[in-house]
């Protein structure tokens, strides 16, 4: 094995399991190398974002993108880290580029619907979201947001209904069977929503945070003190802070 599949190995490994600052030090060597691998890059810029070194992260893109212009992969991290920093217009106009360039590219259609979940401009969210769905409609996640962003709007029948419709597609999907869950408890279709996380429950056990979460969701339903009303106030929407805390958003591989 020579030296550059030597670091990248490495880093590759720390990347994936979530070592960033051990993965940086690993990229570092590889890049001396391949210092143009547009690949290494992007992970690297994420790693850096991972990190909050956000500017060194941004500054990573930008040299994609100088002798790149239209690498769309590069485009997308350089939005999702801005929208990590919270800038909204950079996010967005970084995801409209891409756009400009592919307007069939569903991640960023969906990355798109994040940013707008986010600064709950919630009617645009949904657009994004079915216009992601028109160009992969059997994209379990895709369908779960939507139902987050229908639970923001209180419109709980229908982000029961994309709930059931992401499982549909990947029955193992715990984000989606928690979302469910929590949307049959808001609905008081209590002992469907303790099935539901009960059965979840028992699947997370390798995520603490996710299965802290149901048991509180079931302790709730089990209090005679709780009602819907007070327990949707209770509590972020749905699934939004776990799913910004656990999951890199793409392009980051």
């Known amino acids: 094995m020579n030296d550059f599949k030597h670091w990248h190995k490495k880093a590759l490994r720390c990347y994936k399991d979530g070592r960033y600052k051990d993965a940086i030090s690993h990229f570092d060597e590889a890049l001396k190398y391949e210092p143009d691998n547009i690949e290494i890059l992007i992970k690297y810029s994420h790693c850096l974002a991972k990190t909050e070194r956000y500017d060194d992260?941004?500054?990573?893109?930008?040299?994609?993108?100088?002798?790149?212009?239209?690498n769309e992969n590069a485009l997308m991290c350089k939005g999702n880290i801005y929208l990590e920093m919270g800038?909204?217009?950079k996010s967005l106009s970084c995801y409209d580029a891409v756009l400009k360039l592919n307007e069939d590219n569903d991640m960023v259609w969906y990355n798109k619907g994040l940013?707008?979940?986010d600064f709950q401009r919630l009617h645009e969210a949904l657009d994004c979201f079915d216009r992601a769905l028109e160009i992969d409609p059997l994209n379990?996640?895709?369908w779960k947001e939507k139902g987050v962003c229908y639970g923001e709007m209180n419109q709980n029948e229908k982000a029961l209904e994309c709930f059931e419709k992401s499982l549909e597609i990947d029955g193992s999907y715990i984000d989606a069977?928690?979302?469910?869950?929590f949307a049959l408890m808001v609905l008081g279709r209590r002992e469907e929503a303790k099935s539901v996380l009960k059965d979840a429950g028992k699947r997370s056990k390798n995520v603490p945070e996710l299965r802290e979460m149901i048991e509180d969701v079931l302790s709730d339903i089990e209090s005679d003190e709780s009602?819907?009303?007070?327990?949707?106030?209770?509590?972020?929407?749905?699934?939004?802070d776990f799913r910004r805390k656990?999951?890199?958003?793409?392009?980051f591989p």
């Open 87 to 89: 800038n909204f217009e």
């Open 140 to 142: 379990a996640m895709f």
């Open 227 to 240: 009602d819907s009303n007070t327990i949707s106030g209770k509590r972020n929407v749905f699934y939004v």
């Open 57 to 70: 992260a941004i500054r990573c893109c930008n040299r994609i993108l100088e002798k790149n212009f239209g």
């Open 177 to 181: 069977a928690y979302n469910k869950g």
């Open 115 to 117: 940013l707008f979940c």
């Open 246 to 251: 656990k999951t890199p958003r793409p392009p």
